[in-house]
């Protein structure tokens, strides 16, 4: 029987990352419309200026900001109007000293001027006099032509998840299609006598499936595909036969359960029947999560997750979700905030803990609170907004620290 040998959180990341530097998750061109929180697999660059013409803001006058310096209540300046500018149409007027263009809010500027001045402010004293008064400075109230975007200028970075916003700016740009990665393709097997799925009876000895389902809503927030949630007893060939249909398609393979060192637990075994390195990750300095397997077959990761559904959880985001970011290059940042801690932690020698904590304000700052319990307990998650992360050198941490909370 093979006992761990277990390396760091950081440790595994990089050998990880080193063994499947040439995998490649590959992009695809999709409408701005499918493009929501899809990762972009290169810089967009804007063609064009944006707005691109000079723009009003305001419902107002168009003026050479210096016309209405020193204008007030009790000695307005007097400007002559010469026309207006039609919303949606160009204009060949020029604005000289002296002179004002009544312009709708987002209608074109006309050359000359330099600022706008809110009709609020302005009084019309005939049909081709106004007054001013209120001084306005050079460029309020409008938005010059390239103000918002430039030509040239990266709207949208290689490795940005899309926000609804960044699809208004595709579409201010005129960009109907984009690059995308590839959403990356697991399939999650669940191995165990005792694991059943929803629909089946729940007799003494059994319990229902919990880290298939949690991982694969976590791989759909990640933005991957499950192409097959599977339940396999603790049976070698069955095993075999289903890891093989993975590797032929998927791009990543997570075996939950069957990692430990029982009889029992073949995943290790598993692995290294299959053409390739078989496994190169067998235990992580983490707390929870030390009985897990990262192998290679056909050229593919296989992640052995423990059994226990915080570990598993817990090691998916430590492991898994690092190195499909990695992967994508995503800049998205870790969602996380920080808190005072309401307790003492014991460290763990050697040893990377998540612990986890529900969030509670008082007195106007965020506290965290221990969420106890055992690893095999799924309301440890449930009843937690996140997790803090003691590194191995730490010796503990110390009631009314402040630290920065990851979340789930």
């Known amino acids: 029987m093979d006992f761990f040998n277990v390396i760091s959180v950081d440790e595994a990341r990089k050998r ?11 992009t695809e061109e999709i409408g701005i419309l499918d493009a929501l929180d899809r990762i972009a697999a290169e810089n967009t660059v804007s063609g064009i200026d944006v707005p691109g013409f000079n723009r009003s803001i305001v419902d107002g006058y168009a003026i050479k900001s210096q016309n209405s310096h020193g204008a007030s209540e009790t000695l307005p ?17 020029t604005i000289l000293d002296g002179e004002a263009v009544y312009v709708p809010t987002g209608g074109i500027v006309p050359e000359g001027a330099d600022a706008v001045i809110m009709i609020e402010h302005v009084e019309q004293l ?15 109230n409008m938005l010059f032509q390239g103000d918002d975007v430039g030509e040239g200028e990266v709207i949208l970075e290689k490795g940005k998840k899309i926000r609804p916003q960044d699809i208004g700016v595709l579409a201010a740009i005129g960009m109907a299609t984009l690059k995308v990665y590839k959403k990356p393709r697991f399939f999650i097997l669940s191995t165990g006598d ?5 629909h089946e009876p729940l007799d003494k000895g059994k319990i229902r499936d919990i880290n298939g389902y949690a991982l694969y809503a976590l791989i759909k927030k990640l933005g991957g595909d499950v192409v097959r949630r599977v339940i396999v007893k603790d049976d070698f060939e069955k095993l075999k036969c289903e890891l093989s249909q993975a590797l032929d398609s998927a791009d990543i393979i997570i075996i939950s359960g069957g990692s430990s060192v029982g009889t029992k637990d073949y ?38 997750l423990p059994g226990h559904p915080v570990s598993s959880i817990i090691v998916f985001k430590a492991i898994v979700e690092y190195f499909i970011k990695n992967k994508m290059e995503i800049k998205e940042d870790i969602i996380k905030t920080k808190a005072i801690l309401d307790f003492n932690i014991h460290s763990s020698p050697g ?34 907004n996140g997790y803090i992360v003691m590194k191995a050198h730490e010796e503990g941490l110390y009631q009314g620290e402040e630290r920065e909370v990851y979340f789930i």
């Not at 990880?16 to 590959?26: A, P, V």
């Open 16 to 26: 990880i990352n080193e063994t499947f530097m040439r995998l490649k998750l590959g």
């Open 77 to 93: 300046s007097f400007l002559n109007l010469i026309g207006e500018t039609i919303m949606g149409e160009n204009t060949n007027l």
């Open 126 to 140: 005939g049909d081709n006099l106004i007054a001013l008064y209120k001084p306005v400075a050079y460029k309020e």
């Open 194 to 198: 005792e694991i059943i799925d929803l």
């Open 267 to 304: 995943t290790y075994e598993l692995m290294n029947t299959l053409t390739g390195q078989g496994v190169f990750i067998h235990g992580l300095s983490i707390k929870p999560g030390k009985p897990t397997l990262v192998g290679e077959a056909h050229g593919k990761p296989v992640f052995g």
């Open 351 to 384: 040893q990377e803990t998540y612990q986890m904590v529900s969030l509670v304000e008082k007195d106007g700052h965020l506290h965290a609170v221990p969420v106890l319990g055992k690893s095999g307990m799924i309301t440890l998650l449930s009843n937690s």
